[in-house]
């Protein structure tokens, strides 16, 4: 394990980096805390990743997919324009001095004619019938992505220089490095003459590296390289800031009064929060904190006050379930009367969904039927659909939208919470498609009409975590949960 140090080493995403100010405002823009020893990694500023690549959720193209499906260069060179129009935008709502600001703008404008060129020429190259665009296509969404970190990290840097503190920008996005790295090398290369404890080094979320970040995180790549920078340095804590507190469910929907901020909680949970959607910190991210023995602070950045949540190892002081919440999933059953027995449809479902890179977030089955819930496009379940019809011809393929709600914690053994979520989705007037509880005690999943999601998220936590501190119910009956609300139970 890596020598423990004194310094924190902190992520800051792309929607509270466009309110940067703001949130360093309260540290040390104006004589606040110590700056230093302290690490900053930063994402790009909100919205410029999306126009470097894809919307992440319209699925709108940006620079890359319109460079991609390219005829001619007006397209994608356009669309770089207005990428640079962006992050001009985006640094004149953090930086004042008309010095920062040119600064930045002759940044931004070597950056994007520096990736232009190399798009251009790439172009050019591959008019040749010996050279394949889509040979390159991945390298060109590494360069791509750079753009956005580089430009963020820096000006943040201004912005703290600007305020007395020694920052220094770290450009770890290789840019017109010639020399192929990995990415530790290329962290140790980073940090090999900064001292932490007269420095902020201001580091951007990319990686250049010869791993190649997208290729295994695509847009998780800033968290991934948080945390290698925390395990390489020997971070005494990593912290993610966040827009709002890492409470037990969504305040918007069972209301502000109601919710409880996560004073603590583990790994584990941190993990099932990725695995509904709902990240602290990206599964590969909390596995390099974990295995090196780094805590992991998730705070709201616009409450500096307040300490947050503070996951680590330890276990939970007395079971409770922590945290509601729910994820629209899309069940992929497979029917075949005569499964039983016969060995090779599991296998031949798993190598279809990772084909398609399909994401499965629970599974059921019994002796002849095998239920996949999933969160994935309609369109990639459709092609898995299509590919087990072709090897199972005589089985029946069907998906239906639902959604998974899950109550989750540390510890929930003896709180007899299953029964008692029955209990209270059967009052709301709910019945579950499907419920399942595992041995390790850690999350229990209600399969729910889609439709009848938030009022489950609501039900479960008024009775799983509002009225946590009452007498739990004894374990229902059947006919007490009522013949419609009886789910199939699955281990």
């Not at 919710?259 to 990725?274: C, E, I, M, P």
Request: proline share 4%.
């Amino acid at each position: 394990m890596t020598e423990r140090h004194a310094h924190t080493v902190e992520k800051i995403g792309g929607t509270s980096m466009s309110r940067s100010r703001e949130l360093l405002e309260p540290l040390f823009l104006h004589g606040g805390a110590d700056p230093y020893n302290r690490v900053f990694v930063v994402s790009a500023y909100g919205g410029i990743t999306d126009l470097l690549l894809e919307h992440k959720k319209s699925g709108e193209p940006g620079v890359y997919a319109l460079f991609a499906n390219a005829e001619n260069d007006h397209g994608w060179s356009d669309a770089l324009n207005r990428v640079a129009e962006a992050m001009k935008v985006a640094h004149r709502e953090v930086l004042e001095a008309p010095g920062d600001i040119q600064e930045a703008d002759d940044f931004v404008r070597e950056r994007i004619e520096g990736a232009r060129s190399c798009l251009i020429d790439l172009q050019r190259l591959c008019s040749y019938g010996h050279f394949r665009l889509d040979q390159h296509m991945g390298l060109i969404r590494e360069l791509l992505s750079g753009l956005g970190e580089a430009h963020s990290a820096q000006a943040t840097a201004l912005l703290l220089r600007r305020a007395g503190v020694n920052a220094r920008f770290v450009d770890l996005s290789g840019w017109r490095d010639e020399a192929e790295v990995s990415l530790e090398e290329r962290i140790a290369r980073g940090f090999e003459d900064i001292d932490l404890a007269t420095e902020l080094p201001v580091v951007t979320g990319y990686a250049q590296c010869s791993e190649g970040l997208m290729k295994h995180y695509d847009r998780g790549y800033s968290e991934v390289t948080f945390s290698r920078i925390a395990a390489a340095t020997g971070a005494a804590e990593a912290i993610i800031h966040k827009e709002f507190h890492l409470s037990s469910a969504d305040p918007r929907l069972v209301g502000l009064e109601n919710v409880r901020k996560l004073g603590r909680t583990n790994y584990d949970v941190a993990d099932q929060l990725s695995n509904m959607g709902m990240e602290a910190i990206h599964p590969s991210a909390a596995k390099t904190l974990r295995q090196a023995g780094i805590p992991l602070r998730v705070t709201n950045a616009f409450d500096p006050a307040d300490p947050g949540t503070l996951i680590d190892e330890a276990p939970a002081e007395a079971p409770a379930v922590e945290i509601v919440t729910s994820l629209p999933v899309i069940a992929l059953e497979l029917f075949e009367p005569d499964m039983v027995g016969v060995k090779g449809y599991d296998a031949s479902i798993l190598e279809a969904l990772t084909r398609h890179k399909v994401r499965i977030v629970a599974k059921s089955s019994n002796a002849n039927a095998i239920t996949h819930y999933v969160d994935a496009s309609l369109k990639s379940v459709r092609r898995v659909e299509a590919d087990l019809v072709r090897v199972h011809p005589s089985a029946e393929v069907t998906t239906r939208a639902l959604a998974v709600v899950s109550a989750i914690g540390r510890d929930i053994s003896g709180l007899r919470a299953l029964g008692r979520g029955l209990v209270a989705l059967d009052r709301a007037g709910l019945a579950p498609v499907a419920v399942s509880q595992g041995p390790r005690n850690v999350d229990i999943q209600f399969v729910m009409a889609r439709e009848d999601a938030d009022t489950a998220v609501k039900a479960l936590h008024r009775a799983l975590v509002e009225e946590a501190d009452a007498q739990a119910p004894e374990a229902p009956e059947e006919s007490e949960i009522g013949a419609a609300a009886a789910p199939k139970l699955v281990a």
